[in-house]
């Protein structure tokens, strides 16, 4: 509701009768007793004697839609005729009119809606009955000149409310020439009738300074005087100043009150704050419940920082355990505000399920609104999200615009991403120089990660001592800032990794600082080093140490070296029924040999209870992924039908797989069977005995 729709809709005070009291009373009477047509003849009877009470109150009967339809433009006309006579309450509204303009209905028959059903009664057109109903128009537009006149006569009149709001119209150049003299008289002139919106006023002019000199001290006085009349808006002023202790004593105690007077009117920045100091407990008891209800009650007004800070209080949990649910409610409806912050965590919760269920289109759509409101980690992610096609159609152009976005917001993982597109020509021209740019950029943001990136890319380059020096330098850097994944890389270049001579030696420190950092890769490569008999470092035991925290960290090349480990007695007590535990750990994450080499120990009855039927199903998975040797065993299973249905078809199609990849046995197994006129083949050897698990598990230790 507009401030003038709301000084409309009050009851005017009734001007003073004076000598024409008896002659006004019966009109008085008529419309106190709801009898508006008989108090409108009255009035217009007394109109026509020069009253200018009486034009007031017939412009209040169209302005208050009261025995005549409502029409704004009406109550102008007649309000016009009283202020030309020197009513003040005439113009004063009058004033308020023409500064912020009005609909000719201010009740509940507009008149578009009238003026049709009126039409419709008299057989006239619409146009005709709205000329004839509202002769004067169905609005009043806007007219700050006309504003400035009449306020300022209602004002010369020692009109409380218009002297405020004409200090506003000097304060604020509207209608005349701004003047901040002018409006600190008016206000003056206002305050001294002890009005509480001119006090507010005055403080305003102080606090701020607008035309006399910032004056705190002042400005709590007059916020005051209007704070005691319950002015609300200088009631959380004063709040502020007192929290605060400007231009007052510091008193949280007091600021509370304040705060809590204007809440109990509703308004939101009083609950808000009045919400935090009960979340704090800074001038008012602790007290969880009754700050969550101030907050709800501000945010349920839409005021974004309430909506914030119950999105916070949910997701932080204060004193209490998170609701992340009631958090993602909060963000999403600060998100829709405009709150860029919250968009990008709206997107985050999207992506990850937390709060909400997982949407990945939603998780697009937030991030690429907060990339769009400048937010640079939504602006990277939006950008793996068209990298990926994830939530929105793959669009490499867009994820480079975005990427140049973060990029240019200082995120080093962005400029990193630009260096790898451009160094392999992923969805963008091949451009090397364009890829060291941006590599050496993120480099030099001191950006561990972005460090290591850059140095691969040197490294990758054609071979250079220049480029091998930089990278070893850069790669040191990253390793000694703690990131070990450049311990790891700077230990495969002195393994000779990416040529050069090889140090073994040079490389176990930082294959170590890595491998103690708990980077499993790191790990794997220490056990595989002192294994290795050829590294000058050969140590089964040290090598078992090493892979053994890969293996528990779930690295499957590591697992299974632990089970030829396990199952040969090196570095390691023999222990067949480890080794057959860490072979199917390995196998359940696709490592092939580990799948045929617990098919073989299933098989057999190796460190577990026989079980031909899962050896067959191991056999079959190392088969699909294309082990010649476990093809032949699969097949040597189907044609004897051990563990499966016999097969003999399918047996063959097998056998014909491995020989394609050369495999004796296959080959030999097919001629027997072409050579045997009823089909029957007895294979030469048990099934997977033709390789000894030990013996296979030995020759794949660098599988």
């Known amino acids: 509701m507009t401030a003038l729709t709301r000084s409309l809709l009050q009851w005017l005070r009734p001007a003073s009768l004076g000598a024409d009291e008896r002659r006004l009373g019966a009109a008085e009477a008529a419309f106190e007793r709801g009898h508006y047509l008989e108090a409108l003849k009255l009035w217009k009877r007394d109109s026509q004697h020069g009253d200018a009470e009486a034009d007031y109150r017939i412009g209040m009967l169209y302005a208050k839609n009261k025995g005549v339809l409502g029409s704004i433009p009406d109550a102008v006309v007649w309000y016009e005729r009283a202020a030309r006579r020197g009513h003040v309450e005439a113009q004063y509204q009058l004033g308020l009119i023409y500064l912020y303009g009005a609909n000719a209905s201010l009740g509940p028959n507009r008149p578009e809606t009238w003026r049709q059903s009126s039409a419709a009664r008299l057989g006239y057109t619409a146009s005709n009955v709205h000329h004839l109903v509202f002769p004067h128009g169905t609005s009043v537009a806007k007219d700050i000149s006309a504003a400035f006149r009449w306020i300022s006569a209602a004002a010369e009149a020692d009109k409380a409310e218009a002297q405020t709001i004409l200090g506003n119209l000097y304060s604020e150049g509207q209608g005349c020439t701004k003047d901040f003299a002018a409006a600190l008289r008016w206000y003056q002139a206002a305050a001294d009738q002890k009005f509480a919106p001119a006090e507010f006023a005055l403080g305003d002019v102080y606090y701020q300074g607008r035309g006399v000199p910032v004056d705190f001290a002042q400005a709590a006085i007059w916020y005051g005087k209007a704070a005691a009349q319950v002015h609300v808006r200088a009631q959380i002023a004063l709040a502020f100043m007192t929290l605060k202790g400007a231009g007052i004593s510091e008193d949280p105690a007091e600021a509370a009150r304040l705060f809590q007077s204007a809440a109990a009117h509703d308004d939101p920045i009083a609950l808000y704050n009045i919400g935090l100091l009960r979340l704090s407990g800074k001038g008012v008891a602790k007290h969880l419940d009754r700050a969550e209800t101030a907050l709800r009650k501000a945010a349920r007004k839409d005021y974004l920082p309430a909506i914030q800070a119950l999105a916070e209080f949910y997701s932080h949990?204060?004193?209490?355990?998170?609701?992340?649910?009631?958090?993602?409610?909060?963000?999403?409806?600060?998100?829709?505000?405009?709150?860029?912050?919250?968009?990008?965590?709206?997107?985050?919760?999207?992506?990850?399920?937390?709060?909400?269920?997982?949407?990945?289109?939603?998780?697009?759509?937030?991030?690429?609104?907060?990339?769009?409101?400048?937010?640079?980690?939504?602006?990277?992610?939006?950008?793996?999200?068209?990298?990926?096609?994830?939530?929105?159609?793959?669009?490499?152009?867009?994820?480079?615009?975005?990427?140049?976005?973060?990029?240019?917001?200082?995120?080093?993982?962005?400029?990193?991403?630009?260096?790898?597109?451009?160094?392999t020509g992923a969805g963008v021209p091949k451009d090397q120089e364009m890829a060291s740019e941006w590599l050496s950029k993120a480099a030099g943001s001191g950006d561990p990660d972005a460090k290591t990136a850059y140095a691969l890319f040197l490294l990758h380059?054609?071979?250079?001592?220049?480029?091998?020096?930089?990278?070893?330098?850069?790669?040191?850097?990253?390793?000694?800032?703690?990131?070990?994944?450049?311990?790891?890389?700077?230990?495969?270049?002195?393994?000779?990794?990416?040529?050069?001579?090889?140090?073994?030696?040079?490389?176990?420190?930082?294959?170590?600082?890595?491998?103690?950092?708990?980077?499993?890769?790191?790990?794997?490569?220490?056990?595989?080093?002192?294994?290795?008999?050829?590294?000058?470092?050969?140590?089964?035991?040290?090598?078992?140490?090493?892979?053994?925290?890969?293996?528990?960290?779930?690295?499957?090349?590591?697992?299974?070296?632990?089970?030829?480990?396990?199952?040969?007695?090196?570095?390691?007590?023999?222990?067949?029924?480890e080794g057959v535990n860490w072979y199917e750990a390995a196998a359940q994450q696709g490592h092939t040999v580990a799948q045929y080499n617990l098919a073989v120990m299933l098989g057999k009855g190796q460190g577990r209870e026989a079980d031909v039927a899962k050896a067959t199903e191991w056999f079959q998975k190392a088969a699909e992924r294309g082990m010649a040797e476990a093809q032949v065993a699969l097949g040597d299973a189907l044609m004897a039908g051990r563990g499966t249905a016999q097969d003999r078809d399918a047996a063959v199609n097998w056998y014909q797989y491995a020989a394609r990849q050369r495999n004796e046995a296959a080959v030999r197994r097919l001629q027997s069977i072409g050579a045997t006129r009823d089909g029957a083949f007895t294979p030469e050897t048990e099934l997977g005995a033709s390789v000894p698990c030990a013996e296979r598990s030995a020759q794949c230790t660098n599988e």
């Open 461 to 577: 380059q054609e071979a250079s001592d220049e480029n091998v020096a930089r990278a070893r330098a850069l790669l040191a850097e990253a390793a000694e800032a703690g990131h070990p994944p450049a311990a790891l890389q700077l230990g495969g270049l002195y393994m000779g990794k990416f040529g050069g001579a090889a140090d073994m030696q040079g490389a176990i420190p930082w294959l170590t600082r890595a491998a103690d950092a708990g980077h499993v890769e790191a790990q794997y490569l220490l056990g595989l080093l002192h294994l290795d008999p050829k590294s000058g470092m050969a140590n089964a035991q040290t090598a078992s140490s090493w892979m053994a925290k890969a293996a528990r960290a779930g690295h499957a090349a590591a697992q299974f070296q632990l089970a030829v480990m396990y199952c040969t007695g090196n570095g390691v007590g023999l222990d067949l029924a």
């Open 317 to 423: 949990g204060t004193d209490a355990e998170p609701d992340l649910r009631e958090a993602a409610v909060w963000y999403e409806k600060a998100a829709e505000r405009g709150d860029v912050q919250a968009q990008f965590f709206v997107g985050r919760f999207y992506a990850t399920g937390v709060g909400v269920s997982p949407n990945i289109r939603q998780a697009a759509k937030w991030f690429e609104r907060a990339a769009e409101n400048g937010h640079a980690t939504a602006a990277f992610n939006v950008a793996i999200f068209y990298l990926n096609g994830s939530g929105v159609q793959r669009n490499v152009e867009a994820a480079i615009k975005w990427f140049e976005r973060a990029a240019d917001g200082g995120i080093s993982a962005a400029q990193v991403q630009l260096g790898k597109l451009y160094s």
